[in-house]
C-alpha cells in the first residue's frame, strides 16, 4: 500500500514535533508493507525535495505564511499528481489550506487525518475557518487522536467521537544514541549536579517563564537545553530575576541530549496551554526512565505522565507547585526512581514506534478494505 501524508511542514524544511511524528510513522509503517511519500511546503522546492529515511520528501513552493499558515498555489497540482499514485491520504492536522486542497482534488482516495491538536493561537480566525474545517472532518474516513485525554477535552474531536480513535506517538529507541564516555564528560563540564531538565522549542506556550520564576525555590540546578522564539525574553527573565541556577544550553546535538537525559534527576515540562497537546519530549524522558514533572492542561501529556505513577502532575502556571514538585524528586528520591522505573514500562508498552507503526498499518488496511 502506497500512503501520503500531507502537512505544511517537513524535513529538511523543518523537523518539530508534527514532522517527527510523521517520520516516525513513515518508518514504523514499512516492515508492515506501507510506501510512504510526503508532501509538504518549502521556499526551495527543487532544492528540498529528497529521499530521507526510506522515503521521498516531496516540495511545493511556499508563497508565503499568515497566521502559521503556509499558502501555496503549486500545491494544488502537486497533491493532485502525487495523490494520483497514492492507495491512501494521510493528513495532519491543523492546516487550513490542506482542507481547500483535499476539496480542490476531488481524489476520491480513502483518507485519515490525524488530529495533532486544536487551534489556539489563531482563535481570531476560527469562526472563518470552522465551517470548512468541519466539512473536511467529515469528510475523511477516520481521525486519530494521539491520547485518550485529547480525544476527551477537544470540542471539536467531541463532535466525531464515532469516526475517531487513540493511536499513541511511538518513537524508536534504537533511533537515539547511547551517550559515550565524552558526551557524559561534556555533561559534567557543561552542568554541576544536581539538575532537572527541559528539552524543547522555546515556545510561549511552553511555560517556560513560570519554570525561571519558580527557581529561586528550587533546590538545583534547572536546565533548559533547546532554543526559539522567546529565547531571548526568557534570558533576560532569568537574569533580571537573578535566577542564577538556571542554564541555558542552548540547541544540543542529540548525543548530548541523551546525555543529560540520562544525568538528570527528573525531567520539567511546564507547558501551561493547550497548543501542548503531546510532548514528545516526554515520551523520551520515559523511553530514559527519568520522572516526569508536567502540568494539567487537559491534553496528552498528562497521559504519557500519569499523575502518582510516573511522576508528578501540577496545576499549570502556579511557580510555588511547580518549584514544590522539583524539590519532592531532590528529596525523595527513592520516590523519584520508583517514578522512573514506572516511566520506563508505560513507555515499552504504550510508546514505542513498533506499536504505533502497527495500529497505524491496520487503520490503513481497514480504511482501504472497507472501501473497496
Known amino acids: 500500500m502506497k500512503v501520503l501524508h500531507f502537512f505544511k511542514t517537513y524535513w529538511p524544511d523543518s523537523f518539530g514535533g508534527v514532522e517527527r511524528t510523521i517520520q516516525a510513522i513513515a518508518q514504523s509503517t514499512a516492515s508492515h508493507g506501507i510506501e510512504t511519500d510526503v508532501l509538504s511546503l518549502s521556499p526551495t522546492p527543487a532544492e528540498n525535495t529528497q529521499w530521507f529515511d526510506g522515503h521521498m520528501a516531496h516540495k511545493a513552493k511556499l508563497d508565503f505564511e499568515l497566521a502559521s499558515t503556509?499558502?501555496?498555489?503549486?500545491?494544488?497540482?502537486?497533491?493532485a499528481e502525487l495523490a494520483g499514485k497514492a492507495d491512501l491520504l494521510h493528513y495532519h492536522f491543523p492546516w487550513p489550506l490542506m482542507d481547500m486542497v483535499h476539496f480542490h482534488s476531488r481524489h476520491g482516495k480513502p483518507a485519515v487525518v490525524t488530529y495533532h491538536s486544536d487551534i489556539v493561537k489563531q482563535r481570531l480566525i476560527l469562526p472563518f475557518y470552522r465551517p470548512l474545517m468541519l466539512r473536511f472532518l467529515k469528510n475523511v474516513d477516520t481521525i486519530v487522536a494521539t491520547s485518550p485525554?485529547?480525544?476527551?477535552?477537544?470540542?471539536?474531536?467531541?463532535?466525531?467521537?464515532?469516526?475517531?480513535?487513540?493511536?499513541?506517538?511511538?518513537?524508536?529507541?534504537?533511533?537515539y544514541p547511547a551517550p559515550t564516555l565524552s558526551d557524559t564528560n561534556w555533561r559534567r563540564s557543561a552542568v554541576a549536579e544536581p539538575f532537572v531538565l527541559f528539552v524543547g522549542v522555546l515556545r510561549y506556550y511552553k511555560g517556560l517563564d513560570v519554570l525561571i520564576e519558580a527557581a529561586d525555590r528550587v533546590r538545583c540546578k534547572i536546565v533548559i537545553a533547546g532554543s526559539g522564539p522567546i529565547e531571548q525574553q526568557l534570558k533576560l527573565q532569568a537574569s533580571t530575576l537573578r535566577r542564577d541556577n538556571v542554564i541555558f544550553l542552548g540547541e544540543v546535538s542529540e548525543?548530548?541530549?541523551?546525555?543529560?537525559?540520562?544525568?538528570?534527576?527528573?525531567?520539567v515540562f511546564p507547558s501551561n496551554q493547550r497548543s501542548e497537546a503531546?510532548?514528545?519530549?516526554?515520551?523520551?524522558?520515559?523511553?530514559?526512565?527519568?520522572?516526569?514533572?508536567?502540568?494539567?492542561?487537559?491534553?496528552?501529556?498528562?497521559?504519557?505522565?500519569?499523575?502518582?505513577?510516573?511522576?508528578?502532575?501540577?496545576?499549570?502556571?502556579?511557580?510555588a507547585r511547580l518549584a514544590e514538585a522539583i524539590n519532592r524528586?531532590?528529596?525523595?528520591?527513592?520516590?523519584?526512581?520508583?517514578?522512573?522505573?514506572?516511566?520506563?514500562?508505560?513507555?515499552?508498552?504504550?510508546?514505542?514506534?513498533?506499536?504505533?507503526?502497527?495500529?497505524y498499518a491496520d487503520l490503513y488496511h481497514q480504511i482501504d478494505s472497507r472501501r473497496r
Open 278 to 319: 503531546y510532548g514528545l519530549s516526554l515520551v523520551e524522558a520515559a523511553m530514559c526512565g527519568k520522572p516526569m514533572i508536567s502540568c494539567e492542561i487537559g491534553t496528552g501529556t498528562s497521559y504519557v505522565n500519569k499523575a502518582g505513577e510516573t511522576g508528578l502532575v501540577v496545576p499549570p502556571s502556579d511557580p
Open 70 to 79: 503556509g499558502f501555496s498555489r503549486a500545491v494544488f497540482r502537486k497533491f
Open 149 to 175: 485525554d485529547y480525544l476527551g477535552s477537544s470540542p471539536v474531536l467531541n463532535a466525531f467521537k464515532a469516526k475517531s480513535t487513540i493511536i499513541p506517538i511511538g518513537i524508536d529507541e534504537t533511533a
Open 329 to 359: 524528586l531532590v528529596d525523595s528520591p527513592d520516590e523519584a526512581a520508583k517514578w522512573g522505573r514506572a516511566a520506563r514500562e508505560r513507555y515499552a508498552r504504550l510508546f514505542t514506534s513498533d506499536r504505533m507503526g502497527k495500529a
Open 255 to 267: 548525543p548530548h541530549k541523551m546525555a543529560l537525559l540520562h544525568g538528570c534527576l527528573g525531567f
